[in-house]
């Protein structure tokens, strides 16, 4: 199983809702990420985590809260979203941080934000 | 000057045709040079990895690297139709070894042509 599965696949929200998005990998991977892609852009990193202890946050407004509940989930819940959030978000996972580039990606959340 | 630069394109090849897509980076410091494609609505998918200078072959693809010149190229051999995607280059330094020093490319757009 080399497969990084993410639901859901598309998600559409107001800027008051809460909602979550999930990922779920069962490689083994210690190390495991959230990205997010804007059309025509190259993904950019939100957060690393690394077993199971968030270990990067780049300067993501609170609005966007991780959480990682075991080795295979990582979750990114939403609140109080802007339409600019509206992206691509993409999971990913190593096998650990130091096996770097060598990520396997979901195939994303698409995420509008009305 | 960007850490790395990398042509968006589009880029139209017939079928058949050899494919050159290239990156240029800054940084001397990167060490690990990586390729990903991604597919249109898909998550990146890590197509060829290479350490440090040299070319790597994998099949139809072969990735070289230059570091003297800080250039590394992908190449596309018989290319096909199912090879239209985004190509995007990556880039890494081992320093802490963490995956947050891994730089995207703005990613190349490919459509081969039957």
């Known amino acids: 199983d080399t497969e990084v599965t993410q639901t859901p696949k598309h998600l559409v929200m107001g800027m008051t809702n809460k909602k979550s998005l999930k990922c779920e990998q069962h490689m083994g991977h210690r190390a495991m990420y959230w990205y997010k892609q804007k059309a025509k852009k190259p993904p950019e990193l939100m957060f690393v985590y690394s077993y199971e202890k968030l270990s990067i946050n780049e300067s993501v407004p609170s609005r966007f809260s991780p959480e990682c509940p075991n080795s295979s989930l990582l979750n990114l819940h939403l609140h109080a979203l802007q339409p600019e959030d509206s992206a691509l978000y993409l999971c990913?996972?190593?096998?650990?941080?130091?096996?770097?580039?060598?990520?396997?990606f979901g195939e994303g959340s698409r995420l509008t934000v009305l | 000057q960007k850490e790395v630069e990398q042509d968006p394109g589009p880029l139209s090849v017939p079928e058949g045709a050899i494919v050159s897509l290239n990156c240029t980076y800054s940084?001397?410091?990167?060490?690990?040079f990586m390729w990903y494609r991604q597919y249109s609505r898909k998550g990146p998918e890590l197509l060829m990895y290479?350490?440090?200078?040299g070319n790597k072959e994998d099949g139809r693809f072969t990735a070289q690297v230059d570091k003297s010149s800080k250039y590394i190229s992908l190449f596309i051999r018989d290319s096909q139709p199912s090879d239209s995607a985004t190509y995007l280059c990556?880039?890494?330094?081992?320093?802490?070894?963490?995956?947050?020093?891994?730089?995207f490319g703005k990613g190349t757009k490919l459509s081969v042509k039957p």
């Open positions: 990556a880039m890494a330094t081992p320093y802490g070894g963490s995956q947050g020093n891994l730089i």
């Open positions: 290479t350490y440090s200078s």
């Open positions: 990913a996972s190593s096998l650990e941080t130091s096996n770097t580039g060598e990520l396997f």
């Open positions: 940084n001397s410091a990167f060490q690990y």
